[in-house]
């Protein structure tokens, strides 16, 4: 079962499918919202404050201060969350029944039975 245009995979996973590309494009609606509330931000009530209390403080200075902040926060989570966030991700598949792990336990038991019968071992 395949959602045409949509999903790649095939084995009837629409939810999932559905979900995944909800999630990944919201980023970038979450983005272009971002920027709309900044700019009215500026227009209604910011304009006036920086009028009286940073003159020097343009429009397109604002945009870059905001921006810098934005690209900012990015360093931060490319450097310390998405990190963090694949650790704790794969001690969690590791722990929880990960079909991969016991692959890899039976991969492991038959490598040392060949080992044996070779007569080898692992410091080899």
């Known amino acids: 079962m395949k959602i045409p245009f ?32 900044i700019v009215i931000l500026y227009t209604t009530s910011a304009r006036e404050f920086f009028s009286i209390h940073a003159p020097w403080l343009t429009f397109p200075l604002y945009l870059l201060f905001v921006i810098s902040g934005i690209l900012l926060l990015m360093i931060v989570v490319k450097v310390i969350v998405i990190p963090s966030s694949y650790t704790f991700l794969n001690r969690q598949m590791w722990v929880n029944n990960n079909p991969m792990r016991l692959k890899l336990e039976e991969i492991e038991t038959n490598q040392k039975k060949i080992m044996a019968k070779l007569g080898l071992s692992d410091e080899e």
Do not use: C, D, P
Request: zero cysteines; glycine letters at 12%.
């Open 6 to 37: 949509l999903t790649k995979q095939y084995s009837g996973s629409y939810i999932g499918g559905i979900l995944e590309t909800y999630q990944r494009s919201g980023i970038f609606v979450s983005a272009v919202q971002f920027l709309v509330v």
